[in-house]
């Protein structure tokens, strides 16, 4: 499990840090726990790891902790938010973005405790949905314009967002949608489906071809023709997947 801590004073993120460390709640977790003092070190991380929660403080120096909520659409995923901050009167808009919990400063083992237990029992509640839902036979319905249509996961080639659009190509065809990627991946059942930029994913087993790219990153070039940018924070992922 990965864990961010975004706040801007160093001596809060390592005493959160040495709090979540010693948490009876995720001792037989393995837990990475990363740091970030901007709104823009934390995106680098989250966009390089899956992070699965993040503990958010609202006072960054000249930054406010609600924008990196406004950030989260160049993510393939949505991390669980706690935020964890030494103002209480922003409790109400921190919910109104679906943050799981609300720690006040200064933190106690206890408190949070209760939050990660609180994010653990979301994230055993999502994983049984996913599990649920693999039981669709592989099959994926798309809304479009027009009509609604049904693909077979096996099907799709690749994914890409672009002017708030989402095209997903088969071999033949392509199907657009106002749907996000994040939806997309969140329906996606197979493995063998991969984000590869932070509006990119493919089926890496339809990949035909990788070149090299602009700035050292590659392309990819899929069997129905279509190329596909990787990104460089995705490139050790894409590398691991296809065991080059």
């Given at each position: 499990?990965?864990?961010?801590?975004?706040?801007?004073?160093?001596?809060?993120?390592?005493?959160?840090?040495?709090?979540?460390?010693?948490?009876?709640?995720?001792?037989?977790?393995?837990?990475?726990?990363?740091?970030?003092?901007?709104?823009?070190?934390?995106?680098?991380?989250?966009?390089k790891?899956?992070?699965?929660?993040?503990?958010?403080?609202?006072?960054?120096?000249?930054?406010?902790?609600?924008?990196?909520t406004?950030?989260?659409?160049?993510?393939?995923?949505?991390?669980?938010?706690?935020?964890?901050?030494?103002?209480?009167?922003?409790?109400?808009?921190?919910?109104?973005?679906?943050?799981?919990?609300?720690?006040?400063?200064?933190?106690?083992?206890?408190?949070?405790?209760?939050?990660?237990?609180?994010?653990?029992?979301?994230?055993?509640f999502?994983?049984?949905?996913?599990?649920?839902?693999?039981?669709?036979?592989?099959?994926?319905?798309?809304?479009?314009?027009?009509?609604?249509?049904?693909?077979?996961?096996?099907?799709?080639?690749?994914?890409?967002?672009?002017?708030?659009?989402?095209?997903?190509?088969t071999?033949?065809?392509?199907?657009?949608?106002?749907?996000?990627?994040?939806?997309?991946?969140k329906?996606?059942?197979?493995?063998?489906?991969?984000?590869?930029?932070?509006?990119?994913?493919?089926?890496?087993?339809?990949?035909?071809?990788?070149?090299?790219?602009?700035?050292?990153?590659?392309?990819?070039?899929?069997?129905?023709?279509e190329?596909?940018?990787?990104?460089?924070?995705?490139?050790?992922?894409?590398?691991?997947?296809?065991?080059?």
């Open positions: 499990m990965n864990i961010l801590i975004l706040d801007d004073e160093q001596l809060a993120r390592r005493e959160l840090e040495y709090l979540i460390s010693n948490s009876k709640v995720v001792k037989n977790i393995n837990v990475d726990i990363f740091q970030a003092e901007d709104i823009g070190d934390a995106l680098k991380i989250m966009l790891y899956k992070i699965d929660i993040l503990f958010l403080d609202i006072s960054l120096n000249e930054e406010n902790g609600f924008e990196v406004d950030e989260f659409k160049q993510l393939s995923y949505s991390p669980f938010i706690v935020f964890a901050t030494a103002y209480d009167q922003y409790a109400v808009n921190a919910f109104n973005v679906n943050a799981v919990d609300y720690c006040l400063k200064p933190f106690e083992q206890s408190r949070i405790d209760k939050s990660l237990a609180k994010v653990l029992q979301l994230m055993d999502e994983m049984k949905g996913k599990k649920e839902n693999n039981d669709n036979f592989g099959m994926l319905t798309v809304e479009l314009s027009d009509r609604d249509i049904v693909l077979k996961e096996k099907d799709i080639v690749s994914a890409t967002v672009s002017d708030g659009v989402l095209s997903i190509y071999q033949s065809e392509e199907y657009r949608t106002k749907k996000t990627l994040l939806w997309l991946k329906k996606l059942t197979g493995s063998e489906f991969l984000q590869v930029h932070r509006n990119s994913l493919v089926n890496i087993q339809a990949i035909k071809e990788i070149q090299p790219w602009f700035n050292h990153t590659l392309l990819l070039i899929m069997e129905n023709g190329k596909v940018q990787v990104g460089r924070s995705y490139q050790k992922q894409l590398v691991r997947a296809l065991n080059i």
